[in-house]
């Protein structure tokens, strides 16, 4: 089963033009089994997460993307946002309180330097993105970003492999 964990619509968030329905009849066309809704710092509302899912047929499941201190975090098995997870370890408690998951979105953004001379600098890089506190907390790291380049998704891979985590 191949599902998108990470996607957005308009008007909830600039980081897509897509509407709801749109999104998924893309996903539907790209052979996609299934998607995640995660706005930024908001829940969609379980019944229209249904109702979307039922209109197309189709996989829809709610999640969040939290912006943290520590970075993006994309959140399965909350149903609320509530002050303070914009700390890693603040939102592990309720998501574990909620027997759900954590993932970090994206986790190249402000990891992965621009430049690199050799190899050195690469795997300087490499540590100093897993020493992100937000890590610790998460079941895996987003490996595999639609918005990412070949280069930054290489880190990513590069990062879960280092890391010993499971990439998404």
Not at 37 to 57: F, Q
Not at 79 to 87: E, L, P
Request: hydrophobic share 40%; glycine share 6%; aromatic share 8%.
């Amino acid at each position: 089963m191949l599902i998108d964990l990470h996607t957005h619509t308009r008007p909830l968030s600039w980081d897509s033009y897509l509407s709801p329905d749109d999104l998924v009849e893309r996903s539907k066309q790209a052979g996609l089994d299934g998607i995640c809704l995660s706005e930024h710092d908001y829940l969609w509302d379980p019944a229209e997460v249904i109702a979307l899912g039922k209109r197309h047929n189709y996989l829809v499941m709610p999640a969040i993307e939290i912006n943290t201190d520590d970075g993006h975090i994309l959140v399965y098995g909350i149903d609320k946002y509530v002050y303070g997870m914009h700390r890693s370890g603040e939102l592990a408690k309720h998501v574990n309180a909620a027997s759900g998951a954590m993932v970090a979105a994206h986790p190249y953004r402000r990891q992965m330097p621009w430049y690199m001379d050799d190899e050195r600098d690469y795997h300087d890089a490499l540590v100093r993105a897993s020493k992100n506190p937000a890590y610790q907390h998460c079941a895996a790291l987003e490996k595999l970003n639609g918005r990412g380049t070949v280069k930054e998704n290489a880190f990513s891979a590069a990062l879960c492999d280092f890391m010993s985590m499971p990439g998404t």
